[in-house]
């Protein structure tokens, strides 16, 4: 599976708009599981939590790790232009 990423900002309302590329396979009125952790946000589509219970447990459990990690200081800190050149080039 190939990782995507997007910027977004939230606006006056609180909304975020997905990017188009992001929104690829969902449609509108679909709801989303969110849990916030400190300063993070993940986003989980509903109709697949059930279907997909232990992954996403599993991924639940290797985001929770490389979060400790980088609180620990493990990762290296660069701006949003560096990060985003970087990730182009992969």
């Known amino acids: 599976m190939e990782i995507e990423y997007a910027i977004a900002k939230i606006s006056t309302k609180g909304q975020i708009v997905l990017p188009s ?3 690829k396979g969902i449609n509108k009125g679909e709801e989303f599981l969110l849990i916030k952790y400190h ?8 109709k697949d939590m059930v279907s997909n219970l232990k992954e996403n447990l599993k991924f639940a459990e290797k985001v929770e ?5 980088q609180e620990k200081g493990k ?6 232009d560096d990060f985003l050149k970087e990730l182009k080039a992969c």
């Open 21 to 23: 590329h992001l929104r």
């Open 39 to 46: 300063d993070r946000i993940i986003m989980k589509k509903m």
């Open 65 to 69: 790790k490389a979060w400790k990690e």
């Open 75 to 80: 990762f290296i800190k660069k701006s949003k």
